[in-house]
């Protein structure tokens, strides 16, 4: 079916402002181009589109990159506290001086851009490969876009358990930065790896994660986005999950005029785990948008979406969750929760939840909420001497426990409790 006249011209006029990367290996080019006919075939996002009726895609699409001013602040040292690997990149681009070297045991870690001019390598099974299978039954074109254009990002592979975490730095320095990056991550039977994320990488960003997570493989994933307030992202994950493997991931955002952040996990084993979580707090000028799709395609598997946002001053939420249980699926565990806490009468919070079930023994639940703060809890704490606005805070905490919990490893879900407590904090300053 052809498409829209208005999709076809915003379509070609973002290809033809772009450049492709410098040509690679046979494989490499082969996946772009099949990703550049997908992009061509569905057409970039359109407000009209039914999974983008909530968030309005414009500036995500245009030829031009929206501008954005850079904010100075501590954003790139989330996980200082943390014995890790850094990888830093500037706008897109990786800078070698600011990361450390590329050694770790149990890991190989190599750049995309040298990956992708070899022609005998292991990422040409996996690049494009879950971002296609992402594709159905929900277009995701930006994720098309990325796959065709991405000329740099990170190619990990885990053979054993990581020493200690990754963390992906995203440094920004210039207001019209447009960075696309693409990462795979392939972890072997039985590896263990812990991915860490932060910084607000560019005025308008595009990434794409593909994972590959083998039979009693373990991969747990935690990022930050914020302060950079008038940055735009649109982020996707991809994962394939095995026999007992497991694949956890967890995002705080604080800030940001517009954020998308998809998330499209199979679990094909039987007996994976995914858990899919996230909180955001929004004020003002902010938009940010969780879209889900996990699909369960084997026996006795389990999948958990978490998902708070706490918004004010006019500040949108959106949620879109779906958890597809195919034929055969038995014995699935499907949990979906979505709720927002609007601590005024300006803010919106729009959810989308769905179930869509061909098996018979299955437990799924779903479901959202959206309200006010308690103020018979607000009335308890200030009876006992909690001023107002501190009292809010503590509740607000309390309200984002369920979705934070979610993170295993303490010290950094203790990381991530105290930048939502610096948040709140400069809020009420």
């Not at 009335?379 to 107002?388: Q, S």
Request: charge should be negative.
């Amino acid at each position: 079916m052809a498409l829209p006249q208005v999709k076809l011209d915003a379509t070609e006029a973002r290809l033809s402002a772009a450049d492709r990367p410098a040509a690679g290996a046979s494989w490499a080019e082969a996946a772009r181009d099949a990703a550049l006919a997908r992009v061509r075939d569905m057409g970039l996002p359109h407000r009209r589109d039914e999974y983008w009726k909530f968030t309005n895609p414009e500036t995500l699409v245009q030829a031009e990159t929206p501008s954005a001013a850079v904010f100075e602040s501590d954003e790139t040292q989330v996980f200082k506290e943390v014995d890790r690997l850094k990888i830093v990149f500037v706008d897109g681009v990786f800078d070698a001086e600011a990361s450390d070297d590329l050694a770790l045991e149990g890991v190989r870690i190599e750049r995309l851009a040298e990956v992708a001019a070899t022609d005998i390598h292991w990422a040409k099974d996996l690049y494009g490969v879950l971002e296609e299978r992402g594709q159905d039954p929900v277009a995701r074109p930006l994720a098309a876009l990325n796959t065709a254009l991405a000329s740099d990002g990170v190619v990990i592979h885990v053979t054993g358990r990581a020493s200690k975490p990754i963390n992906l730095i995203y440094h920004h320095e210039s207001e019209a930065s447009d960075a696309i990056l693409h990462h795979l991550v392939k972890l072997d039977k039985g590896a263990d790896l812990t991915i860490l994320e932060n910084g607000p990488a560019a005025a308008r960003f595009n990434k794409v994660m593909e994972v590959e997570v083998a039979d009693g493989a373990a991969f747990h994933h935690v990022r930050t986005q914020g302060r950079d307030h008038e940055r735009r992202a649109a982020t996707h994950i991809f994962a394939r999950l095995g026999e007992e493997s497991a694949f956890k991931t967890f995002t705080l955002t604080a800030n940001g005029v517009l954020t998308r952040n998809e998330c499209v996990v199979e679990l094909t084993g039987d007996n994976a785990v995914a858990h899919v979580a996230g909180a955001c707090v929004g004020d003002g000028d902010f938009h940010h948008d969780d879209t889900v799709f996990v699909t369960h395609d084997a026996v006795n598997c389990e999948s958990r979406q978490v998902f708070k946002k706490v918004l004010r001053n006019g500040a949108r939420g959106v949620f879109q969750g779906k958890i597809l249980v195919k034929p055969g699926a038995q014995k699935t565990d499907g949990y979906q929760i979505s709720q927002s806490l609007l601590l005024d009468d300006d803010s919106e919070f729009d959810a989308k939840p769905e179930l869509e079930i061909y098996a018979d023994d299955v437990a799924c639940s779903h479901g959202s909420t959206s309200g006010a703060i308690d103020e018979d809890g607000l009335f308890y704490l200030r009876a006992r001497g909690v001023p107002k606005d501190i009292a809010t805070d503590l509740m607000t905490l309390a309200f984002l426990a369920e979705a934070v919990e979610e993170i295993e490893d303490e010290t950094l879900r203790e990381t991530i409790v105290g930048r939502l407590e610096g948040w709140l904090e400069r809020r009420r300053g």
